[in-house]
């Protein structure tokens, strides 16, 4: 426990109320948030002489202040606690990284509704249906019901300004509402309708719907429409089988499984709403080492449901694989406070629902395995490398790539690896500028120089720097780098990557700066993890350089004209009629737009010409 801390004196200030309490390390930092029915009675077993668990004693060293805060109950001090959490992110707290906006399907509030994807605020009018687990759900959805009910998903514009049906129309994926008499609108409609129906789950309605309709169609000897609703209703018997669907059942809950090892825990939860499975999905909470299950899963539950921002819809019922213990009636208290209507949690339950849980439970163990093998592989090749290279130690690589297309548009990328594997959030580019057109050396200068020449955080000095090319391209990195290192507390190898003569992936040779050269044989696992920091920091490097030569394509030339503004650039296309008409204009005509001088018509007519 650290000295600066009394927590004797603390504890007399402390009160029996509910509340949250924060405490701090050294450097000020917020360490770990907790909740507690009585704070004195919690914070006083923190302090005790034996204190059970690895992870409060590590935490109980670090603590140099504590800031409590009461609460009128424990409902007010479970949201109090998620919020804070959310705030500081505290290393000792089991943390869920869920910052993704869910997708909704959205049906648009036209006179011919759209069906699109949707995420963040629902600004616009129409009906929201989801949220789905992730964007290939809701894509695997739309590409569905297009199949079955043919209304529109192209965007607002283009059906606007159709004169003829677009493609979709021509392979019986849309009803073209976007030319005059190919549909009526009381037809368009009710295809609509069936979709609304179909998202709320209602899907027997539908086909009950639309059997009556096929009748009533060959009762007026209407032979092609009688047709139509038949493919419909063969389509959703199909997507029906599909589905794994409880007998007679609107069941509309959650069910979240957890599988725990080698301090990893793995959250599986599956969405079920009407009956069917609405998706699934997989969360691998940061968590402390020795934490409890039942506070992993309680941590889950409770950031989970109380991040009302990422519009998630609290179920009525949330099915769990292990216990909350004396926190599941206060948990589901809250979320029915915060939802409007009674929130029931369970833990144990028979007959169909327990299909669900016993699926939610495997899924979460397969996905831990899966995991755990991948941590394990990437360990494996870290060892690998480290034994190849002859390194005491090897905890983060960095590897840099050139991309440009005939010397234009030069981008430079640097991905980071550490033993997790690829860290995507400290990946990097880099707009190289102000170099001579295809001179890579130059441009990976350049790169090195803007990574490294700024004071480095000690912790993120990497082991190995590897540079993809050759022995020219290693040179000129190492004259850069050496002088940039000489400060550093320990210095990182640099590793050049040449492809072999015939490019192909394994006949790769490794070049080091003491001149030495070698390659490694195909199937060897450091090899395989050159080759993955390899592929990542090039496919980095051409994502970027794609995404500068689009910039370039969707600009115009008159931006580069100096003395050309917005207006200008307006008053320039209006009055000449566009940039065709504008490139074909003489210096003289352009003089007679309003605002351009005979001086700037010139400029403008070279840059065009050119």
Known sequence: MSEQFDAKSFLKTVTHQPGVYRMYDEAGEVIYVGKAKDLKKRLSSYFRTNVSGEKTRALVKNIAKVDVTVTHTETEALILEHNYIKLYLPKYNVLLRDDKSYPYIYLSANQHPRLTIHRGAKKRKGEYFGPYPDGGAVRESLHLLQKVFPIRQCEDSVYANRSRPCLMYQIGRC???????????????????????????????????????????????????????????????????????????????????????????????????????????????????????????????????????????????????????????VI??????????????????????????????????????????????????????????????????????????????????????????????????????????????????????????????????????????????????????????????????????????????GLETLLLTTGEEFTMPSDSPALHLIQHIRDESHNHAISGHRAQRAKVRKRSVLEDVEGIGPKRRQALLKYMGGLQELKKASREEIAKVPGISRALAEKIYDALQH
């Not at 997507?239 to 007679?248: A, L, N």
């Not at 499984?257 to 599986?268: L, R, S, W």
Request: hydrophobic share 35%; with cysteine; charged share 25%.
């Open 175 to 329: 009803l073209g509402p976007c030319v005059k008499g190919l549909v009526s609108d009381e037809d368009y409609q009710e295809q609509v309708n069936f979709v609304r129906l179909f998202l709320k789950g209602k899907d027997r309605q539908v086909i009950a719907s639309l059997v009556e309709k096929m009748e009533q169609a060959s009762q007026q000897l209407a032979f092609e429409k009688a047709a139509m609703y038949r493919d419909q209703i063969q389509a959703l018997r199909r997507v029906q089988e599909q589905q794994f669907v409880s007998q007679d059942s609107d069941d509309d809950l959650d069910v979240v499984g957890i599988a725990h090892e080698n301090g990893m825990a793995c959250i599986h939860a599956l969405y079920i709403r009407q009956g069917k499975i609405l998706g699934s999905r997989s969360y691998f909470p940061k968590m402390p080492a020795e934490a409890d299950i039942t506070e992993v899963l309680s941590s889950f539950v409770c950031q989970f449901y109380l991040n009302q921002a990422e519009g998630r819809v609290i179920p009525s019922e949330i099915l769990l694989g292990e216990s909350l213990g004396d926190e599941q009636s």
């Open 332 to 505: 589901a208290e809250t979320l029915s406070d915060l939802a409007g209507r009674k929130i029931t949690i369970k833990t144990h339950t028979r007959g169909h629902k327990a299909k669900f849980q016993k699926l939610a439970q495997t899924n979460a163990r397969t996905a831990l395995i899966s995991k755990l093998n991948h941590k394990l592989t990437i360990h494996q090749r870290f060892v690998a490398l480290r034994e190849a290279l002859g390194l005491n130690t090897l905890e983060r690589m960095e590897c840099f790539d050139i991309s440009h297309t005939m010397g234009e548009k030069t981008v430079a990328s640097c991905v980071v690896f550490n033993k997790e594997g690829p860290l995507k959030q400290e990946y990097r580019r880099y707009n190289i500028s102000g170099i001579t057109g295809g001179d890579d050396y130059a441009a990976m200068a350049q790169a090195l120089e803007r990574r490294y020449g700024s004071q480095i955080d000690p912790d993120r000095i990497p082991d190995i720097i590897f540079i993809d090319g050759g022995r020219g391209q290693l040179s000129r990195a190492y004259d850069v780098v050496a002088p940039l290192m000489a400060e550093w507390p320990t210095r990182p190898i640099l590793v050049g990557v040449a492809k072999g003569t015939t490019r192909k992936p």
